[in-house]
């Protein structure tokens, strides 16, 4: 996934929060104290049109000019500016600061317009701001806006101050509302004050605007699932299929985030904050998505960036959370200096054979894993919880990208059909000898005087299959898979890394042939593990409908429940991302899996991924992507923190993270020999392709990526249990079970081999019933009564989900404390479409702040003799007890209630 839609998303939703105790930054080697320094006290808040002196021009280029854009402003009105300007443009404010100690800045402005630095007296230390990540999004009109961003940290004295801020550039614009120097807790959303709210309301919804969270004793705090501190019983390490920790051996599995670069600028405080929250819910593993060389010189790293890194895995270990790190996506470089790119050209495909590009490659690498931390006296590469390093982000020699002489310049062909050539020269004597054999045709780039060999484009390839289509494949997955085994060996061999490495995570231009061959190169010497990412897409579109949401673009909702394609017309679809084809035994990641917006049917994501994750024994699964340090404001396009999806952490991690959900047995197992694939002759069953919108522009215009077009095997063998692929493993068997004992086309229904998970495809329906775990998901009011083990279910909501776990190791027919939690559908207050609501409409208003979460309603009853006796209390947004509201014989659902606590008095 690309930064810029992480930044997107951060844009439209994200919610800062600072005001925690400022941890005590210790000395190297030190074991570092419990966060408990001084803070200052309060907030000061001022308005940007109000400076005491500036030489900003006199106007309003930007407005506001109708009551409108004035109501979207703090005080209705700001300061701004655009064009050039000979002198520096600076704004001076008088202040009175109630206490002294450690405050943090953020400024209201007009989005990343405007680098601008500030200071506080006449001597003070300058803080430069350039690309902070924006907070918040509120439009003044189309393509202006005001976002808040966090400008750094200052100690200051009490009383009257002085702040200058002083713009860094001479051209462009700049926008300036409001700032806050705060002590306190700061959520980013528009005008608001520090600890406001907006306390909107809609008919049939309520807000969510969760309180700062103290961290005290919570029925659903999941902090104790975790270590004492990720690394404390040894290394991940990988144990049969899946991983366990080192000294203890106890088997391990990671409900983990995704977080971007934006989050290494976190002030302490508010990365010791995520850190909780993220624990508290549930969370064990969380993944850096982010470069680390300089931002004007791409072959350096960046060491004040991996300073930033290195607090960032301190904050996460101290919660018991380890941290994976992706560090190279081609989507962030574009090289000057290498022959061939001249800074306007992303690498794809470079890093595979190119030893310059490689070399500095493995620079950032030794910069990230053997620079010492200050806060743990360790490495990287000998912190235990620093899990996993992935080698490189969505890339593949045999994926569309791989495009001759227009992705790959000429000058760095010329390379690569030189490395073809003297591989063609050790399989057939020659690059003569090689075109003799193939016949037909020459490509481009063939040169047997010169010893190079030219490449067919990967559409031939795996549509022709003849001899010179299975060498270019042979060739291209060889390359791949040396890369990857050199690299891991690197890191492990000369920079002393202990952790766990994998390749990368693409999916190919064809699944059925090509697919295989790059799974193949991920499975190479000092490679421990498999990923790939997925991504449930709606239909949406719009000129920026790949990473955000407008105003304009048509969209349409859609369940995973009813196997409904994007685009109604094309019926039914079986790929799903929560589907994962296992190779070789090896345990499996999905690091990237989001349901993206704007689509009301989110609720379900959750529990079917925790659920299907546990049948299929998948090992960890990164929901994307973080947009906070705690709850979003607003919904983006790739949401995490949101009701819908976050807000059903507790029980959905507990369950998988406590195995509620029972392992299946392997259902199907293709036993492939890999000169087969290199014949081209695919596989009987291929992983799921789920690319997101960003990345489905990748795709030539008039190609496709054929989904199981070749497939022999059932794709709801995936609901069933296991399904696995094995290449060139001695004496495996192609097998599979009788998959019409589980899957009934006719009633549409598909039942795990483990007999605990039910679907119903017809109805969109799935139920999990286990003896600690037991609820449903998906169209509800259709249903009537719902009966499970142990728990019977009524709603009258169209869409939702209702999960009860025990939480203290026991069946629900006997447990002592149970945790009900109920979702359905949110959307931003103000939302607004037209056209067919059960079909393609068009957004009229994204909205505003704040969430809003549909009323929830229904019944849930425990059939055990004893429900009546068994005490139900409603539980806040942050699962503190507010009141005692039933028994369990028949439990009333709130309106506002997500969470409900069950016990024995």
Request: aromatic share 12%; glycine share 10%.
């Amino acid at each position: 996934m690309k930064n810029t839609a992480l930044i997107v998303s951060i844009a439209v939703s994200l919610t800062a929060l600072a005001g925690c105790a400022r941890a005590a930054e210790p000395q190297a080697g030190a074991k570092p104290a419990a966060p408990k320094p001084e803070r200052g006290s309060g907030y000061v808040w001022w308005e940007g049109e109000t400076p005491s002196a500036t030489n900003f021009p006199q106007g309003k280029p930007f407005g506001p000019d109708n009551p409108t854009e004035t109501a979207v402003l703090s005080g209705g009105d700001w300061i701004a500016f655009t064009g050039d300007r000979a002198e520096t443009l600076f704004l001076e404010y008088q202040i009175n600061v109630p206490k002294a100690g450690d405050y943090d800045l953020y400024v209201r402005k007009f989005w990343q317009h405007g680098a601008f630095r500030w200071r506080i007296g006449a001597t003070g230390k300058w803080h430069e701001v350039r690309e902070s990540a924006l907070l918040d999004d509120a439009y003044i009109r189309q393509f202006v806006g005001a976002n808040w961003v966090s400008a750094g940290s200052e100690t200051v004295k009490a009383g009257k101050q002085t702040v200058r801020v002083e713009l860094l550039d001479k051209t462009g614009a700049a926008g300036f509302d409001a700032f806050v120097l705060t002590a306190e807790p700061f959520t980013a959303r528009g005008k608001l004050k520090p600890g406001e709210k907006y306390n909107r309301s809609e008919p049939g919804y309520f807000a969510w605007e969760p309180d700062a969270d103290p961290f005290t004793e919570s029925a659903l705090d999941m902090r104790s699932l975790n270590e004492t501190e990720a690394g404390a019983g040894g290394r991940i390490i990988t144990k049969g299929e899946g991983f366990a920790h080192e000294k203890t051996g106890k088997p391990e599995r990671f409900w983990a985030a995704n977080a971007g670069g934006d989050f290494l600028n976190l002030p302490p405080a508010q990365m010791d904050y995520l850190a909780r929250h993220l624990a508290k819910y549930g969370v064990n593993m969380v993944r850096m998505h982010s470069g680390f060389w300089k931002d004007d010189d791409y072959t350096k790293p960046d060491p004040e960036k991996i300073a930033k890194l290195q607090r960032f895995v301190y904050a996460m270990k101290q919660q018991g959370i380890y941290t994976s790190v992706s560090m190279y996506f081609p989507l962030w470089v574009k090289p000057k200096g290498i022959p061939g790119y001249d800074g306007s050209k992303n690498p794809f495909a470079l890093l595979f054979f190119n030893d310059d590009f490689q070399e500095t490659y493995r620079g950032w690498w030794k910069a990230i894993l053997t620079t010492k931390s200050p806060y743990t006296g360790l490495t990287l590469a000998e912190d235990p919880s620093v899990a996993i390093a992935e080698l490189v982000n969505e890339d593949s020699n045999l994926f569309w990208t791989f495009t001759p002489y227009e992705n790959v310049p000429a000058e760095q062909m010329t390379i690569l059909e030189k490395q073809y050539g003297t591989w063609l020269t050790k399989r057939y004597g020659g690059v003569d000898k090689a075109l003799s054999t193939w016949g037909g045709g020459g490509v481009r780039g063939d040169d047997a005087n010169a010893g190079r060999a030219g490449f067919m484009p990967l559409y031939e390839v795996f549509n022709k299959r003849d001899k010179r289509a299975q060498d270019t494949a042979r060739f291209l997955t060889e390359t791949q898979a040396a890369f990857f085994t050199d690299t891991a060996k690197y890191l492990r061999t000369d920079l002393g890394y202990k952790g766990l490495v994998y390749g990368s995570n693409w999916i190919t231009a064809d699944p059925a042939r090509l697919g295989p061959l790059d799974k193949l190169s991920n499975i190479g010497t000092g490679l421990d593990l498999l990923d790939r990412h997925g991504y449930f897409d709606p239909f949406h579109e719009g000129e920026r409908a790949g990473y955000s949401l407008n105003a304009g673009e048509k969209y349409d909702d859609r369940s995973a429940l009813t196997f409904q394609s994007a685009k109604r017309a094309e019926g039914q679809s079986f790929s799903m991302p929560l589907m994962d084809l296992r190779y070789n035994d090896l345990p499996s990641i999905i690091t990237e899996i989001n349901y993206p917006m704007p689509n009301r049917f989110r609720a379900e994501q959750p529990l079917l991924t925790a659920a299907y994750a546990s049948l299929q024994g998948t090992d960890g699964v990164y929901f994307f992507a973080l947009g906070s340090p705690t709850w979003q404001g607003t919904h983006g396009k790739f949401d995490l923190q949101t009701p819908a999806t976050m807000g059903q952490f507790p029980a959905t991690a507990y369950l998988y993270r406590k195995g509620l959900v029972a392992p299946g047995a392997k259902v199907v197992s293709a036993a492939l020999k890999s000169d087969n694939l290199f014949a081209l002759e695919g596989a009987p069953v291929q992983a799921p392709v789920n690319l997101e919108a960003f990345r489905a522009k990748d795709i030539p215009a008039g190609k496709s990526v054929p989904v199981a077009k070749l497939s022999a095997i059932d794709p709801l063998a995936f609901l069933v249990g296991k399904v696995g692929v094995t290449i060139d493993a001695p004496g495996a068997k192609s097998e599979s079970v009788d998959l019409t004992r589980f899957i009934n086309k006719q009633t549409k229904t598909v039942r795990s081999v483990t007999g605990e998970l039910a679907w119903n495809y017809d109805a969109g329906r799935m139920v999990v019933n286990t003896k600690q775990a037991q609820g449903v998901t998906g169209f509800l009011s259709q249903a009537g009564k719902i009966t499970l083990g142990d728990v019977t279910v009524s709603s009258p909501l169209e869409y939702g989900t209702v999960l009860l776990v025990s939480l203290d190791d026991k069946p629900i027919a006997t447990s002592g404390k149970m945790l009900l939690q109920v979702m359905t559908e949110d959307k931003n207050y103000g939302w607004e479409t037209e056209g067919d609501a059960n079909g393609v409409r068009t957004i009229k208003n994204v909205g505003t702040a704040p969430i809003m979460v549909k009323n929830l309603a229904g019944s849930v009853s425990l059939s055990r003799a004893d429900a009546a006796g068994l005490r139900v209390t409603a539980l806040d947004a942050n699962g503190y007890k507010t009141k005692q509201v039933s028994t369990a014989n028949t439990i009333n659902l709130s309106p506002t209630v997500l969470y409900y606590l069950i016990e024995k008095p």
